[in-house]
Nanobody
Framework: QVQLVESGGDVVQAGGSLRLSCAAS????????MGWYRQAPGKQRELVAA???????NYVDSVKGRFTISSDNAKRTVYLQMNSLKPEDTGIYYC????????????????WGQGTQVTVSS
């Protein structure tokens, strides 16, 4: 079965840095999309960073210039480097992927990691 496992969440002071990792395992024929979402208490889950299979990236305005998403295809891992962290960045960060997991059914399937907590204190 396909699994996404996040790691790297921690408690840090404002201005600090963290790097989150999301490793995919299982039978995967194609990766269409990988991204990071976050959900703060009382807020909707939002997409904060995304990377396509071709390597193009995009970010929500609030993290531009501070966060960088990258991937290591050999390790089937996506990273989120977070610098200059702010208390507003606090939340549970989830890895999301759209994957093709069948050789005959090319419909991408949606997968989520379990989430990793990021807490930024002032």
């Amino acid at each position: 079965q396909v699994q996404l496992v996040e790691s790297g969440g921690d408690v840090v002071q404002a201005g600090g840095s963290l790097r989150l990792s999301c490793a995919a395992s299982g039978t995967i024929f194609s990766i269409h999309f990988m991204g990071w979402y976050r959900q703060a208490p009382g807020k909707q889950r939002e997409l904060v960073a995304a990377i396509s299979s071709g390597g193009s990236t995009n970010y929500v305005d609030s993290v531009k210039g501070r966060f960088t998403i990258s991937s290591d295809n050999a390790k089937r891992t996506v990273y989120l480097q977070m610098n200059s962290l702010k208390p507003e960045d606090t939340g549970i960060y989830y890895c999301n992927a759209h994957l093709i997991v069948s050789s005959t059914d090319w419909t991408p399937r949606d997968y989520w990691g379990q989430g990793t907590q990021v807490t930024v204190s002032s």
